[in-house]
């Protein structure tokens, strides 16, 4: 499911559809439980009906048969509380993922959204790095744009205007970047893209992971090292200063 707007109802959604899938398992799995307690208890009861009352059978091994049914749905039950608190956790993160909408997130991907025409991008140079090439491709793997990087050791910062080699203005959308970093002893380093873009969208993935989109490239809210508020909107009511940078990145 993916949230376009900070909207209540998109939120509990999610938080309903993850709610229900996790009450879905747990019923299973009781009822389940359930069907093969009703067959043991018949088969009991048949045992105890025609058994032979000069060898009775040994009630330790019905006691034990029980005490196995316990532990089972004791087991059962306690994974459903684990389920519901799961749901509860991913309804509270998605109601959180929400205020990213809007400002502008930065995190480690190779893939690179295009948006207004620009693209931004940060990378750090290695110390030996004797020359730097920036390489941007399309969908379909054709390199549109290469450019010399910066090979100073450092991080440094790089814009994309979406034009090609031949000054053709691309279209909006997303991009494959590649920053590789020739030694000064001739030996290729692939040098990590930390990506800028504005969030449009958010939603799960299939392991429930909050996923951050911006125009289609979407990047896991755990990987965001950096968040940017735009422009001329108060800092205090989301955090201390306009940008917020996460630590241990």
């Given at each position: 499911m993916t949230v376009t707007s900070a909207?209540?109802?998109s939120t509990t959604g999610t938080s309903s559809v993850a709610s229900n899938a996790a009450a879905s398992?747990?019923?299973l799995s009781q009822q389940s439980l359930a069907t093969n307690m009703n067959s043991f208890l018949t088969l009991l009861t048949a045992q105890l009906k025609n058994q032979d009352p000069l060898s009775p059978t040994d009630s330790a091994q019905f006691t034990n048969q029980l005490v196995q049914f316990a532990e089972v749905q004791q087991q059962i039950n306690i994974n459903a509380n684990l389920e519901k608190m799961?749901?509860?956790?991913?309804?509270?993160?998605?109601?959180?993922?929400?205020?990213?909408?809007?400002?502008?997130?930065?995190?480690v991907s190779s893939s690179l959204p295009l948006q207004s025409s620009q693209a931004n991008l940060n990378y750090t140079t290695p110390a030996n790095s004797g020359?730097?090439?920036?390489?941007?491709s399309d969908s379909a793997g054709n390199i549109v744009s290469s450019a010399a990087g910066?090979?100073?050791?450092?991080?440094?910062?790089y814009s994309w205007n979406g034009k090609d080699m031949y000054g053709k203005q691309l279209s909006d959308g997303t991009?494959?970047?590649?920053?590789?970093?020739?030694?000064?002893?001739?030996?290729?380093?692939?040098?990590d893209a930390a990506?800028?873009?504005?969030?449009?969208?958010?939603?799960?993935?299939?392991?429930?992971?909050?996923?951050?989109?911006?125009?289609?490239?979407?990047?896991?809210?755990?990987s965001v090292i950096k968040v940017t508020l735009p422009m001329g909107t108060?800092?205090?009511s989301s955090s201390s200063s306009s940008t917020t940078t996460k630590t241990g990145a």
């Open positions: 909207t209540s109802s398992q747990s019923a799961q749901a509860t956790s991913n309804s509270t993160e998605m109601a959180s993922a929400v205020t990213y909408l809007g400002n502008t997130v930065t995190g020359k730097v090439t920036i390489t941007i910066n090979a100073t050791a450092g991080t440094h910062a991009y494959t970047v590649a920053i590789n970093s020739v030694g000064t002893d001739g030996s290729n380093t692939a040098v990506v800028s873009g504005v969030v449009t969208s958010m939603g799960m993935d299939a392991n429930n992971n909050v996923q951050l989109y911006m125009n289609g490239v979407d990047m896991p809210l755990a108060s800092a205090s």
